[in-house]
């Protein structure tokens, strides 16, 4: 449905020019800034795929060479078997396209005159684009503030009807940019609800672009890590987890004070990849290690070697850091 091949898109600076005011436009020497290196990817009909990576990896110049708006440098896009640079129309009728830091719907319309727009503009026959907004209606819950202007809704409201003029004209494919941002916790849980309902039970194939790991973990069969501008992880997000090694940490409390600092020592001095001491607080030692979690015992077994434990308790990784940690490297 979506099939990215070798996809370079590189753009032409110029250096500022050591010239002050006006002059200072001529600008320096010209230089290539290299923003996507060399991505593939298939995605098939259907799926929910999760598109992350730092800021500055090369995410949205992929999403807009996806969807048309920018030429690759060299390499190739199809959208359902559609080059999206070449047969626009097409391609505005296979992609919904919805960029949470902006709005596609007009401020100062009620919602439903936006969807009339969107209706007109897209040529569907009336009683088509209200037979969907009855659909939409359904999934998106938008008929409590169908005719409040766009400025009077609450960032989720907007979201909601943001994501159903996306859908209006029923495409099979959804890219979303950041499509929780700024919203709070119970907003978050309702939008990423509802775009599971949207993958499936309209099978709209979804592709997700998001710095917010929960919703990725929450909603993602598969991820994508862009790095540099190259593929650095493409699988399921279990997949990613081991990659990443998701150090978990464990408090293993001692019976006494000198059974923990002989642990603490001892670990200190032992080179090991997969255990390590980060913290002794009175009797409490905190190890880190990045075996899974059925293997706690195994753990715990090499800690009790150093003396008797009154308690241990595993804390699970958190997968933002992990994530954080793999963009650092
Ligand atoms: N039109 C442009 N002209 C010049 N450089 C650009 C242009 N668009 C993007 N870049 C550069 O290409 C690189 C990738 O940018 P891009 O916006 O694709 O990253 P991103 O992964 O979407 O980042 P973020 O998470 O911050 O949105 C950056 O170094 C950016 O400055």
């Not at 730092?54 to 996806?66: D, Q, R, V």
């Not at 640079?85 to 830091?101: D, I, M, P």
């Not at 150093?306 to 940690?325: K, N, P, S, T, W």
């Amino acid at each position: 449905m979506i099939e990215a091949a070798h996809l370079h898109k590189s753009f032409k600076l110029r250096k500022p020019g050591p010239r002050k005011g006006l002059r200072s436009l001529i600008g320096g020497p010209t230089f290539v800034k290299e923003a996507v290196r060399d991505v593939s990817f298939t995605i098939a009909s259907g799926e929910f795929t999760g598109f992350i990576g730092p800021n500055g990896a090369g995410k949205s110049t992929t999403i807009k060479m996806l969807s048309g708006i920018l030429h690759p440098s060299s390499g190739s896009v199809r959208l359902g078997g559609i080059d999206p640079h070449r047969r626009r129309v097409e391609t505005a009728r296979t992609l919904g396209v919805l960029f949470g830091q902006r709005t596609q719907l007009w401020w100062d319309l009620p919602l439903r005159d936006s969807f009339e727009v969107l209706g007109a503009m897209y040529r569907m026959d009336p009683q088509r684009r209200r037979a969907r907004l009855a659909e939409l209606d359904g999934l998106l819950r938008l008929g409590e503030f169908l005719d409040t202007p766009v400025r009077k809704l609450s960032l989720g409201q907007r979201m909601r009807g943001d994501l159903a003029a996306a859908l209006l004209h029923e495409p099979p494919i959804l890219i979303l940019d950041e499509p929780t941002i700024g919203l709070d916790v119970s907003a978050k849980r309702d939008i990423r609800s509802l775009l599971r309902g949207i993958n499936e039970e309209l099978g709209t194939t979804i592709l997700l672009t998001t710095h917010d790991m929960d919703d990725i973990e929450q909603l993602c069969g598969r991820v994508l890590v862009l790095t540099d501008g190259t593929l650095s992880y493409d699988g399921p997000i279990g997949g990613l987890r081991s990659r990443i090694g998701m150090p978990a940490s464990i408090e293993a409390t001692y019976r006494t004070l000198e059974q923990a600092q002989a642990a603490w020592s001892a670990l200190q001095r032992l080179d090991s990849a997969s255990l390590a001491a980060v913290g002794l607080q009175e009797r409490t030692l905190t190890v880190q290690c990045s075996l899974e979690q059925s293997r706690f015992m195994d753990v715990l077994r090499k800690l009790e070697a150093y003396g008797e434990l009154e308690d241990a308790r595993m804390r699970e990784a958190d997968f933002e850091d992990a994530v954080q940690r793999l963009y650092a490297n």
